[in-house]
C-alpha cells in the first residue's frame, strides 16, 4: 500500500495551496482518510479528517472554514485545499487512511494504519 502525498510548497500569508494524496489500492474508496500535520518537537495532528463515501467530515478548530477536504474514490485520491494560510500553519502535512471500521472518520494518530510521506507547507508572513 503506498500514499504519495502532494503540493506542498512555499506560499506568503493569506495565500492558497492544495495538497493531493494519491493511494495505490482499490479498497481506498471505502476507507476513513485524514490529514495531519507535524512541526519539530511536536506530535502529528489532526487536521482534516473524512469518512470513506466523503459525506462526513472533521476540521481541526483553527482550521475551520480556511481548509476543506475532499476526496474523488473513482481516483483514489483524498485533498486538501487550504486557504487563507497562516505562517502558524507551516508544517510537514502527512495523509493517512485507516482501515478501522465502525466510524465514520478518525482523528487520534494510533488509529490510522497508513502514511504519506509528508509534504513541506511553509507559510511566510
Known amino acids: 500500500v503506498q500514499l504519495q502525498a502532494s503540493g506542498g510548497g512555499l506560499v506568503q500569508a493569506g495565500g492558497s495551496l492544495s495538497l493531493s494524496c494519491a493511494a495505490s489500492?482499490?479498497?481506498?474508496?471505502?476507507?476513513?482518510m485524514g490529514w495531519f500535520h507535524q512541526t519539530p518537537g511536536k506530535e502529528r495532528e489532526i487536521v482534516a479528517a473524512?469518512?470513506?463515501?466523503?459525506?462526513?467530515?472533521y476540521y481541526l478548530g483553527s482550521v475551520k472554514g480556511r481548509f476543506t477536504i475532499s476526496r474523488d474514490n473513482a481516483k483514489n485520491t483524498v485533498f486538501l485545499q487550504m486557504n487563507r494560510l497562516k505562517p502558524e500553519d507551516t508544517a510537514v502535512y502527512y495523509c493517512?487512511?485507516?482501515?478501522?471500521?465502525?466510524?465514520?472518520?478518525?482523528?487520534?494518530?494510533?488509529?490510522?494504519?497508513?502514511w504519506g510521506q509528508g509534504t513541506q507547507v511553509t507559510v511566510s508572513s
Open positions: 489500492r482499490r479498497t481506498f474508496m471505502t476507507n476513513p
Open positions: 473524512i469518512s470513506g463515501n466523503g459525506e462526513h467530515t
Open positions: 493517512a487512511e485507516s482501515t478501522r471500521e465502525g466510524r465514520a472518520y478518525y482523528t487520534r494518530e494510533f488509529m490510522y494504519d497508513y
